[in-house]
């Protein structure tokens, strides 16, 4: 059995981590629509939908879980507290929830410029719950395994901490800045294949996890839209006009 | 002199202000409904079942409401509280998972 570090009220420290990603993704999302001038009405229902589409997403993946349970009931609570800590569940769900708000809205605007290092913050801070309350990993006994098992949560919060430094650096250096989104996506798919190696999810088929036979769906999807990132283009800018009657 | 009508801003649609505080009731809301319908249902007697299953239903009621005030015709601080409710429902349902079953084997270990 693999070992869990806190026990002890452990779904109030998980709401708590939670609350606190989404504070600071909050943040960083208001500071980003600040900083590219993007305030728009029509962005709140954007986040609307963002927050509505991640939470039933979430809920919908814990849902699964209790259809693969043959749809006992009795597992409907553990299935909704599973809901509760499902990324990807979520992050397909804000999609979604961001494709349907800016429908609704009538935004043209591609988002995910805004969103990409706020999502990257979020689940950065987010995931420390799961590392606190939830099965460390499989075991290990590399030199940095924590009680004899991979700590699998901390190689996911360092892949997003270091995500969102590389979003900040990256956030102007893109012909269209919303693909930043897109290549998080894609990195995150990329590095869930293999980081769900060292964590206990259960194993469904061929060897794989619920989550990389996700991952396997939605990455060709992803890649194939990476094809189409290009860099900003570097020819020297127009002077502003203040600069030119200057 | 006027503005010809292309000119002028689009009208706002909604108040961020109500946006906020729809949030925190969509929040307050969302659990205090069903909390509140569950504390009668304990006291109804031979209809507590009818008051039990409102509180069920009265989960979706915030989220319904908000949707219906952000979506008719209306004042900006009318359909902004509307969305905040509708953002105050997601942002529960997002946090509370954990906490519900929390509520839920405290009361039943008690």
Known sequence: MAPVLVQEHAALVHGLCVAGGIAAGGAVLALEVRRRGAADERLLVVVAGVVVGGALGMRAAGLVRLVQAGGDASLLAQAWDAGAKSVLGGLCGAYVGALVGKRLAGNPHRTGALFAPAVALGLAVGRVGCFLTEPVGRPSDLPWALHGAHPSFLYEIGFHAAAFVALLALRDRLADPADLLVGYLTAYALFRLWVETTRTNEVLVLGLTGSQWVVL???????????RIRPASREPREPRHEEAVA | MTEPPW???????????????????????????P???GLVASVAGPVAVVFGLLGLVSVLVVLVLGIVLASTPGSPQRRGFGLGLV???????????????????????G
């Open chain 2, 7 to 33: 000119a002028q801003p689009a009208p706002r649609r909604f108040a961020t202000g109500s946006v906020v505080l729809g949030a925190v009731a969509g929040v307050v809301g969302t659990v205090g409904l």
């Open chain 1, 217 to 227: 769906v939605a990455l060709p999807l992803l890649l194939a839209r990476c094809t």
């Open chain 2, 87 to 109: 953002i105050g429902w997601g942002l529960l349902l997002l946090l509370a998972g954990g906490l519900c079953i929390a509520l839920i084997a405290a009361y039943s270990g």
């Open chain 2, 35 to 37: 909390i509140l319908l």
